[in-house]
């Protein structure tokens, strides 16, 4: 049988064809070449505008970037100059809650001169406690002047006492003990501008509703209560609702 032959125009149409497909080839691999090299438009800490102390601190901790948590509350919190301005955040641990409330808490506190607590983060667990107490002493290493103190039951509460009668800036407290401290008269809560609820569902799910509720009744009117909270429970929105 004779040769087959190739149609000029089959011949033609397969080139094109071929080229077309080298040139989606090339693009493709622009397209991965970008996307591996690309890099997400991640702020930085400076940009949400903490003080060159804590930025400094910061950069010790290895922290790079916010979490997404810290992006959304650090520059919120600090564009509050108004006291009286509440925040629900749902956060659950792990998400970087602790920097998101403390960075622009420190940040606050600064230019702060009036002595006594001015700042009283409420944990529902001593563990807690103790790690919010760590977190805000590594954040705050380059204020030297910011003096913080976790109070919590279950711990001989003499040398809780003699430090609140030296001096604090920030407590950091649970609700059963720090009660204790203000019926004895020395934990002073009414020159306090910012209350955090840490893992408030937790503390309501605990039952220290009565007390929580008693505490921010001890702090001024005029403060920033910040609730974080890892659901929403009725109970949460209600201090929320009454306390805003
Ligand atoms: P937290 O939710 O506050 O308990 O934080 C969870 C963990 O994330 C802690 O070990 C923090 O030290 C860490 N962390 C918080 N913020 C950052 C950040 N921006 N970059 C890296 N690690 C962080």
């Not at 007390?211 to 929320?240: C, G, W, Y």
Request: contains cysteine; aromatic residues 6%; negative net charge.
């Amino acid at each position: 049988p004779p040769p087959s032959k190739i149609s000029p125009f089959f011949a033609i149409s397969f080139f094109i064809l071929r080229a077309k497909i080298g040139f989606f080839q090339l693009r493709i691999r622009e397209k991965c070449e970008k996307i591996t090299t690309f890099a997400p438009n991640m702020k930085t800490f400076a940009e949400l505008g903490l003080c060159e102390e804590l930025l400094q601190a910061i950069e010790e901790q290895g922290y790079e970037h916010p979490m997404p948590v810290q992006e959304e509350v650090i520059p919120w919190l600090l564009s509050q100059d108004t006291p009286n301005v509440d925040l629900i955040a749902l956060a659950q641990t792990g998400t970087g809650k602790t920097a998101a409330y403390g960075l622009p808490v420190l940040e606050k506190l600064r230019s702060v001169e009036a002595r006594g607590p001015k700042a009283l983060i409420l944990s529902p667990t001593r563990e807690l406690c103790l790690q919010i107490a760590d977190d805000l002493e590594g954040f705050s290493k380059h204020m030297p002047s910011l003096r913080i103190l976790a109070v919590y039951g279950g711990a001989n509460i003499e040398p809780q006492i003699r430090a609140l009668k030296a001096g604090v800036d920030i407590i950091v407290a649970t609700p059963g003990r720090l009660l204790d401290l203000m019926k004895r008269g020395v934990a002073q809560l009414s020159n306090i501008s910012h209350v955090v609820l840490d893992e408030a569902d937790e503390m309501l799910n605990m039952g220290f509703v009565k007390d929580v509720t008693k505490i921010i009744e001890a702090t001024p009117k005029e403060r920033n209560l910040v609730l974080f909270s890892a659901t929403m429970h009725q109970e949460v929105l209600t201090i929320a609702w009454k306390y805003q």
